[in-house]
């Protein structure tokens, strides 16, 4: 059975950085797009950056600048990375690797995420 796990969170202070990384394991298909949400106290879930299967990356208006996603295929498992800098106290909140998508005849569509991993915490102290 396929599980997506997360890593690399913890507290940082503003202007700070952290690396997330997403190992994938254990599905026999792999959807064509990976990503990174985020949910604080209070709020809805927020789509923080996706990546397909060609490397064509996509961010929320909130991050664009500071955080890169990028990937790793490798035969025994990918590797999804969120490189996030300039942290604000805004970024704190659980970040979620996601697994989905749909590719066809009009392209890759990074939309209806099918799995999702446990969460990693980020806490960005001002």
């Known amino acids: 059975q396929g599980q997506l796990v997360e890593s690399g969170g913890g507290s940082v202070q503003s202007g700070g950085s952290l690396r997330l990384s997403c190992e994938a394991s254990?599905?026999?298909?792999?959807?064509?797009?990976m990503g990174w949400f985020r949910q604080a106290p209070g709020k809805e879930r927020e789509e923080v950056a996706t990546i397909d299967y060609h490397d064509y990356t996509n961010y929320g208006d909130s991050v664009k600048g500071r955080f890169t996603i990028s990937q790793d295929n490798r035969v025994n498992g990918d590797m999804l990375y969120l490189q996030m800098n300039n942290l604000t106290s805004d970024d704190s909140g659980t970040y979620y690797c996601?697994?989905?998508?749909?590719?066809?005849?009009?392209?890759?569509?990074?939309?209806?995420?099918?799995?999702w991993g446990q969460g990693t915490q980020v806490t960005v102290s001002s």
């Open positions: 996601a697994q989905g998508g749909t590719a066809g005849r009009g392209g890759i569509y990074c939309e209806n995420w099918d799995h």
């Open positions: 254990g599905y026999a298909i792999r959807l064509p797009c």
